[in-house]
């Protein structure tokens, strides 16, 4: 809901970034990876306890998440970037909770399902609509330049962060932040089929 908003702010500050580690010979796929490492890092973090550690774990890795397409589009941008872009962050995603349930299952395990359940179906009905938005040729960049079309919704990466770290600094109310935020994925899950359907018939 708020990338939109949030991408004339972000965008300037990390394409000139980007830029410069293109320039350096920074290959955007191993930024996209650093990302990845340092959310499983995250993760793993938030499995033992270090919570203020996994929320800084947490920052680099969106940080870098940001920096790799940055990199990508002074560099040129490939299929197989975008891809691995969109692989590594429903990984980020799915370990953040996982590690809450490891952490404290009795505590977290419902909620911790309830949202990756969520996380799922709201996956599945945001690449499903990529598929068929690339089908018939739809172009936008209200997210910014990206491999394959993001359709907007009520969550997407800016409030999805905001959360991973609101968790990470109030860990003991990980269940009723994960049942609001998944039950909020669901609605935006719905949303999205409806404009599916409105849009693909």
């Not at 872009?85 to 977290?108: Q, R």
């Not at 990466?157 to 669901?186: K, M, N, Q, R, V």
């Amino acid at each position: 809901m708020f990338d939109r908003h949030l991408r004339p702010l972000i965008d300037p500050p990390l394409n000139r970034i980007g830029a410069r580690l293109a320039g350096a010979g920074v290959h955007p796929d191993k930024v996209t990876l650093t990302g990845l490492f340092l959310g499983l890092l995250a993760a793993g973090a938030v499995a033992l306890g270090v919570f203020w550690l996994a929320l800084g774990m947490v920052l680099l890795s969106r940080l870098a998440d940001g920096l790799d397409g940055a990199v990508a589009r002074a560099r040129g941008i490939t299929d197989f970037g975008g891809y691995l872009d969109i692989v590594a962050d429903f990984m980020f995603y799915a370990a953040i909770p996982l590690a809450f349930v490891w952490y404290d299952p009795v505590a977290n395990g419902l909620a911790g399902a309830f949202l990756l359940a969520s996380f799922y179906v709201n996956g599945a009905t945001f690449l499903g609509f990529a598929v068929l938005a690339e089908k018939r040729r739809m172009r936008t960049d209200a997210q910014g330049v990206k491999s394959l079309y993001y359709s907007a919704g009520l969550l997407e990466g800016s409030e999805t962060i905001f959360f991973f770290a609101l968790i990470c600094l109030f860990p003991t109310a990980f269940a009723p932040l994960a049942a609001i935020f998944g039950a909020l994925c669901i609605f935006t899950a719905i949303s999205r089929i409806l404009l599916a359907a409105r849009l693909f018939r």
